[in-house]
């Protein structure tokens, strides 16, 4: 299945803004959400084709969200990418433990998330 739509999830304006420009600007339908529970509300009115998370928020993080997403069967198809300000090995080893696809290093490199999406459409 190709993505098309993709929800970002992050509790910096600036951030969500930078990533929905960089997304819309490649050609997919972004949605956006500011927290971890706005981010479950909007998967289950409407399910995007991929989620684009930051690991840390208020509330619940990244890598809880990622883990109810990914072990809940109405949506374990649906990729997540994680986003960490952290450029530690031990994130990207405890997104994949979570079920995210793929974790990327803020600032998020443009070519670096469009070749990941790629991988996964």
């Given at each position: 299945m190709a993505i098309q739509t993709i929800l970002v999830v992050d509790d910096?304006?600036?951030?969500?803004?930078?990533?929905?420009?960089?997304?819309?600007?490649?050609?997919?339908?972004?949605?956006?959400?500011e927290s971890g529970e706005e981010c479950l509300a909007k998967v289950a009115s409407s399910p995007p084709d991929m989620v684009l998370m930051d690991v840390v928020m208020p509330g619940l993080t990244g890598f809880q969200v990622t883990r109810m997403l990914t072990k809940?069967?109405?949506?374990?198809?649906?990729?997540?990418?994680?986003?960490?300000?952290?450029?530690?090995?031990?994130?990207?080893?405890?997104?994949?433990?979570?079920?995210?696809?793929?974790c990327v290093t803020k600032p998020v490199v443009g070519t670096e998330l469009l070749a990941i999406i790629k991988t996964l459409g």
């Open positions: 910096s304006a600036t951030d969500r803004f930078f990533l929905t420009e960089l997304l819309e600007t490649a050609g997919f339908q972004v949605t956006g959400a809940d069967a109405s949506t374990a198809g649906i990729p997540v990418i994680l986003c960490t300000g952290k450029s530690q090995a031990t994130d990207l080893a405890w997104a994949l433990k979570m079920g995210a696809k793929a």
